[in-house]
């Protein structure tokens, strides 16, 4: 077990590392500079340029930011005066993360509800409903499921606030709108994977002693059938996380989400940087303690990475 965790958070370090230096170098290759937007004269130009380094060989730049970047120092925003990447993402991300963990809790707890009730009632009116629920989240981009969701719930019914963040209440609609994409994805996977364990010996063994049907279910089949949806934890959380950006700004959300956009529109390097380089390392984590749970769950995946 300890020779599969040390192959994982070594392929999780390359993983970021091959991150870090694409983002930077693709960074470099925008069109303009930070300072095109702003009306300077050719010395404070030249001084900023010194400032930020980008005066120096590029390779230079790249390991002057590596530097930084063990230390835990992002840079300085070159838009927000006086305010340093680091400074922003903890004022921001906090909502971010708040509205994805809410999101995901949906997601995951009613996804599997659902699968497991479509599964337990295949072909039957309920698999039905369960189903057409599953389309209709998989066809609808998050950002249309907010407006709607806005528009019925917040302006004809009056029962949510349309905006902001600012209690429980604004919680639920923009949770719900960035939970719903996802939520389908698990209910299918958990759907199909109870429907192929059914068929497995060890159920018909179990039925043949007697074993309750609930037993069966709760014990045996919701267990192995688990473990696929674990899988699709790493690039579900991702989904979630960067569907935030979106949901952010329609529910007018203070989270990382328009200052990342913000970022890209002024060319602030440090910035997209940052927050890009934020993103994967907690992706990348998510991911790696994913493939740990996956090989716990599973000593064969495990033994099969030997």
């Not at 958070?9 to 069109?31: D, G, K």
């Not at 002057?64 to 120092?73: D, I």
């Not at 299918?188 to 039925?207: C, F, G, N, P």
Request: aromatic share 14%; net charge positive; with cysteine.
């Amino acid at each position: 077990m300890a020779k599969y965790v040390v192959k994982r958070v070594i392929a999780a370090l390359l993983s970021l590392l091959c991150l870090i230096t694409i983002v930077f170098f693709l960074v470099r290759l925008m069109p303009g500079d930070p300072f095109t937007s702003v009306k300077l004269t050719k010395e404070v130009a030249a001084n900023m340029k010194s400032y930020y380094g980008f005066d120096k060989p590029l390779l230079l730049q790249y390991a002057t930011y590596l530097g930084n970047l063990f230390q835990g120092n992002f840079g300085y925003s070159m838009k927000y005066t006086n305010k340093t990447v680091n400074y922003i993402i903890g004022q921001t991300f906090p909502f971010s993360a708040d509205l994805g963990i809410r999101a995901l809790v949906l997601a995951i707890s009613f996804g599997l509800v659902l699968g497991i009730i479509a599964a337990r009632n295949r072909g039957k009116k309920l698999d039905f409903i369960c189903v057409l629920i599953a389309i209709i989240g998989t066809s609808i981009p998050d950002f249309i499921m907010g407006a709607v969701l806005q528009y019925f719930f917040g302006i004809k019914w009056g029962l949510l606030p349309v905006a902001k963040y600012l209690g429980f209440e604004y919680t639920i609609l923009p949770a719900t709108a960035l939970a719903f994409y996802t939520l389908t994805s698990v209910s299918r996977v958990m759907r199909a994977s109870m429907l192929e364990v059914v068929q497995q010996d060890y159920i018909k063994t179990a039925r043949s002693k007697g074993l309750t049907d609930f037993r069966i279910t709760w014990k045996h089949q919701i267990r192995n059938a688990i473990t696929p949806v674990m899988t699709i934890m790493g690039p579900t959380v991702a989904a979630v996380l960067t569907g935030t950006f979106v949901i952010e700004s329609i529910f007018a959300i203070p989270g990382m989400g328009k200052y990342y956009v913000e970022s890209i529109n002024n060319n602030d390097y440090a910035m997209i940087l940052g927050m890009t380089v934020f993103y994967g390392m907690f992706l990348v984590t998510c991911n790696l303690i994913v493939d740990i749970l996956y090989g716990v769950a599973d000593p064969r995946v495990r033994i099969g990475k030997r």
